[in-house]
C-alpha cells in the first residue's frame, strides 16, 4: 500500500510518497522561510500565493522520484487542521481534485497528531507515550493513546517558544549578525548562546507557581523586551543595532525556556505515573517540533527524562520540522487501523483551530 502525504498547513508546501512499512519512495519540500524571514513574519496572503505557486511542482517531485503513478496509490493523506486557513485551504483544495481526478480515498489529518506519531515511522513504539511538541506555533503535552486517540494535558496559554524565540531574535537584530543571517531565530538564539554568559541576565521562569502542565511565553518575552531597552539605553544605542551583550541575553533566553519546558514537562511525567498513563516498562517522552533541534533545550529535557526513568526520542531534525512525510505516514497509520478514510468525493473542510485530543488539562490543574 502506498500513500501519498500533503502538507501546507504554514510555510512549507511539502509532498512524499511512503510504502506501509514507513519507507520514503520520494519526497519534495518547497520552504517559504526566506520570505517570510525578510518581512519579519509570515503574511497570510503571501504564504497562500507561495503554496498555490508550487504545489503542483512539489507533490509531482514527490511522485517523480518514487516512481509511483497517482494509479498505484492506496490513498492521499492531507492536512486539514490546525494551521493558517488559507494555507490549509490550498492543500485541502489540491487534494480534493487530485482524489477525485484519479478516484483515490482521501485522509485527512491533524497535524499535530501527525507530528506526535512521526516517531513510529523509525522506531516501534508501542502506545501510549508522552509527547512535548514544540515550534512556532505550538507548545503542547499530550499523551498519544492510539493513532486517533489523544489526552492533552496542557498547551501554551499564549504564544509558542519557537515564535517567542524568533521575536526576540528580531528585537535583538540577529540578522546583522555575520553568523546570522540565514538563521531562524531560533537558531540564531542557539547559536549565539554558545559564547553567551547566561548567569549576567536573570528571567523568571514562566507560571512558577502553578504547578499544571500549561505553558506561557508572552510574559517572558515583555520582561525580555524591557531588559533588552535597558542595555539599549546603556549602551547609548538605537534599536536595530546589535548590542555587545546579545550572546548572554541569547543564553539567558535560552535558558529560562529550557527550564520552562523541563519544568512543565516534569511535572506531565509525575501527572503520567500518578494516574498510569504510561506503560511501567520503558515509558517514552517524544519530543518534535522545530524547537526540538535545539541542544541545550534537548539536555534539559535529557535531565529530566533520566530522572523520572523515561527514555527520550527525538526525530532527526528534518522530521520535526514540517514536511509532506510525517502526513504521509499518519495516512499510513490511518490506513493500518481503517480509521478516518473517505471516498473521493466527500466534502471536507478545513479547520484552522482544531484541540489536539481530549483536553485533561482542567484535571491535571486539579491534581497539583
Ligand atoms: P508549526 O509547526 O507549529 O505550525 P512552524 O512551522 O513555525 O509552526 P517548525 O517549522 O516546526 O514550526 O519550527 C520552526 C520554529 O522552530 C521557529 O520558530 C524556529 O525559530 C524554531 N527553531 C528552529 N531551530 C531551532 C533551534 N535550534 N533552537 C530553537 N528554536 C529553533
Ligand atoms: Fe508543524
Not at 128 to 140: Q, T, Y
Not at 193 to 216: E, M, V, Y
Request: charged letters at 20%.
Amino acid at each position: 500500500r502506498l500513500v501519498l502525504g500533503i502538507e501546507t498547513s504554514c510555510d512549507d508546501t511539502g509532498a512524499a510518497v511512503l510504502d506501509d512499512s514507513g519507507v520514503i519512495l520520494g519526497e519534495a519540500l518547497h520552504s517559504q522561510k526566506e520570505v517570510h524571514l525578510r518581512t519579519g513574519g509570515i503574511i497570510p496572503t503571501v504564504a497562500q500565493q507561495l503554496h498555490r505557486d508550487h504545489i503542483e511542482r512539489v507533490v509531482q517531485e514527490a511522485l517523480l522520484r518514487s516512481g509511483v503513478s497517482p494509479a498505484q496509490l492506496s490513498a492521499v493523506a492531507t492536512t486539514v487542521k490546525p494551521g493558517l486557513a488559507l494555507s490549509l485551504g490550498i492543500g485541502l483544495e489540491f487534494s480534493q481534485k487530485f482524489v477525485r481526478q484519479h478516484n483515490l480515498p482521501f485522509i485527512p489529518i491533524h497535524h499535530m497528531e501527525a507530528h506526535a506519531l512521526t516517531v513510529r515511522m523509525l522506531e516501534p513504539i508501542a502506545f501510549p507515550f508522552l509527547v512535548l511538541l514544540v515550534s512556532g506555533g505550538h507548545s503542547l503535552l499530550a499523551v498519544a493513546r492510539g493513532v486517533d486517540d489523544f489526552l492533552l494535558l496542557g498547551q501554551t496559554m499564549d504564544e509558542a517558544p519557537g515564535d517567542t524565540l524568533d521575536k526576540v531574535a528580531r528585537r535583538l537584530s540577529l540578522i546583522k549578525h555575520p553568523q546570522c543571517s540565514t538563521l531562524s531565530g531560533g537558531q540564531a538564539i542557539e547559536l549565539l548562546a554558545k559564547d553567551g554568559d547566561r548567569l549576567r541576565f536573570s528571567f523568571t521562569t514562566p507560571l512558577r507557581h502553578i504547578r499544571d502542565c500549561c505553558f506561557s511565553f508572552a510574559g517572558l518575552r515583555t520582561q525580555i523586551t524591557k531588559e533588552i531597552m535597558k542595555k539599549e539605553a546603556e549602551e547609548g544605542i538605537q534599536e536595530g543595532t546589535l548590542l555587545t551583550c546579545a550572546s548572554d541575553i541569547a543564553a539567558a533566553v535560552q535558558h529560562t525556556v529550557a527550564a520552562h519546558l523541563a519544568k512543565r514537562t516534569h511535572r506531565a511525567i509525575l501527572f503520567c505515573k500518578e494516574n498510569s498513563l504510561l506503560p511501567p516498562s520503558s515509558p517514552t517522552l517524544v519530543l518534535s517540533g522545530g524547537v526540538a533541534s535545539n541542544q541545550y533545550i534537548r539536555k534539559a529535557l535529557s535531565m529530566i527524562t533520566d530522572l523520572t526513568g523515561l527514555q527520550l526520542l527525538c526525530p532527526p531534525a528534518k522530521l520535526c520540522t514540517d514536511n509532506g512525510v510525517m502526513i504521509a505516514w499518519n495516512g499510513v497509520e490511518r490506513l493500518r487501523e481503517g480509521k478516518g478514510i473517505l471516498p473521493p468525493d466527500a466534502d471536507v473542510c478545513y479547520q484552522p483551530k482544531a484541540p489536539l485530543g481530549v483536553d485533561i488539562t482542567a484535571e491535571v490543574r486539579a491534581a497539583a
